[in-house]
């Protein structure tokens, strides 16, 4: 069972298009976190979040916790090719141990 | 400024073949993590190191998994008798004591 649920899990958009995607759990977490994964590579991180009703921006990514600590949503404004990627988020439980989603694929067509 | 580095970045094994993965953490990481990410799918969480001790080991699949940090730095993710569902990429990562993990960029391990 995946302890966090991402979704759509597959998203193509045009180039100048906005976009949100969802990460949403039924589990407290301590922090959340948003990573982009390219082929190849490790994760990458984006942000943390830690407070409930958080809301980061990261250039034209906005990144928002829920009010409960148990969801996050990612909108990307504009997108752009090089925002296309994985898009992986993870809770910190105990040990600072993360529970990853399965991830959002985004595609940004030129 | 040097990141996490592992080795090698590619693994072809035999199914039955032992495999050592190395994980080199950021300098001065207290905590190491290994993942595992299947095809498709979200890193999972194998173990857990604070300095050389192996603090959270829930996450082996099996008692073939076997990881060590004698040093308190460079990490090993052995694999005995591997079988073709092992075939996944191992991520390691390291941390301070914050929740920010930093990972490396894996090792894609395929077993025939």
């Known amino acids: 069972t995946q302890l966090l649920e991402q979704s759509p899990q597959f998203l193509s958009i045009q180039e100048g298009e906005n976009l949100t995607v969802y990460c949403n759990s039924s589990?407290?977490?301590?922090?959340l976190q948003w990573y982009r994964q390219e082929p190849g590579e490790g994760p990458v991180l984006l942000v943390t979040?830690?407070?409930?009703?958080e809301v980061k921006k990261l250039k034209r990514l906005t990144f928002q916790f829920g009010d409960a600590r148990k969801d996050s949503s990612l909108h990307i404004t504009a997108a752009q090719p090089g925002d296309t990627g994985l898009y992986l988020c993870?809770?910190?439980?105990?040990?600072?141990?993360?529970?990853f989603g399965k991830g959002n694929q985004v595609v940004v067509i030129p | 400024g040097a990141g996490v580095s592992q080795s090698p970045r590619y693994k072809v094994a035999k199914r039955g073949q032992d495999v050592a993965l190395r994980c080199d953490p950021i300098s001065g990481h207290v905590s190491l993590f290994w993942y595992q990410q299947a095809l498709g799918q979200g890193p999972e969480f194998l173990t857990y190191f604070q300095n050389e001790a192996q603090l959270d080991k829930s996450g082996l699949p099996s008692d073939r998994f076997f990881a060590e940090r004698p040093e308190g730095s460079v990490s090993t993710l052995k694999i005995q008798r591997t079988q073709q569902e092992d075939s996944a990429v191992y991520l390691c990562?390291?941390?301070?004591?914050?929740?920010?993990?930093?990972f490396g960029p894996g090792t894609r391990l395929t077993v025939l």
């Open positions: 990562a390291s941390s301070l004591v914050t929740d920010t993990q930093y």
């Open positions: 993870a809770g910190a439980r105990g040990n600072n141990r993360l529970a």
């Open positions: 589990s407290v977490f301590s922090s």
């Open positions: 979040v830690v407070t409930g009703g």
